[in-house]
């Protein structure tokens, strides 16, 4: 409902007094001296304020990515603990995918954990949680966003029509330096967008990319520092180059190996 007051300063004349009429079935009272200035607000109620009462009630979504190793899940799982201790209902979701350190915890690379719910896509976190504990929720964590398929529908949801606070982690990239996922989909419906940095491996300046050490080539190859570092922009380019001049030798040696093979007298 929207309340308007009226400021404007009536005029001080005292007005005459009539004695009330009546046309048809109505009584009208006729404006004397003590009506002359509005005391208490007006309110209006139309199609409006419905939909401005909506808006008010209308969440919020918060998207912070950037390569591994830069801090995302810390900064998650700051954020969360922040919200709970100022009296707010959390929830943490990963996907179930990722079971690097724990099932039922989201951890961070250097050990600090937080209870979760670990599912295979979004749209199922309110059936597993529950209606009443849904509606109670305040606070939505999405840790490894990019795994999510549903990501996009379920924020949209969640924060126009539920009024939740969704706040999602992620890559943005792969180790192709390819969009990940569905977390780039997030950002135009995002009222936030942060991209945290990690350190280069190498060199020790910013680094803004994800650095695959091994040859296996599919997109979800999930691991640690075993299987990836945190590059510059030098160093992923030059890394590139140096991955794929070892991948054409090794192709090549095998190419010779089964050639000899083939042309081997049989004795």
Known sequence: MISISSHLNPPTTTLAKFPPFKVGSFNFLPLNSSMASIKHPVSI??????????????????????????GKTTALLRRIKSEGDNGRNVALIKSNKDARYAIDSVVTHDGIKFPCWA????????????????????????????????LYDFCCNAADNDGKTVIVTG?????????????????PIADTVTKLTARCELCGKRAFFTFRKTEETKTELIGGADLYMPVCRHHYVSGQIVMETTRSVLESHIVKSDSSTEAAPVV
């Open 45 to 70: 109620s139309s199609s409006k304020d419905r939909s401005l009462s909506a808006s008010r009630a209308a969440g919020e979504i918060h998207v912070i990515v950037g390569p591994m190793f830069a």
């Open 119 to 150: 599912l295979p896509n979004l749209l199922s976190f309110r059936e597993n949680f529950g209606d009443d504990a849904y509606e109670k929720l305040d606070v939505i964590g999405i840790d490894e966003a990019q795994f999510f398929d549903d």
């Open 171 to 187: 890559l943005d990239g792969d180790y192709l330096r390819r969009s990940f996922g569905s977390v780039l989909h997030v950002i």
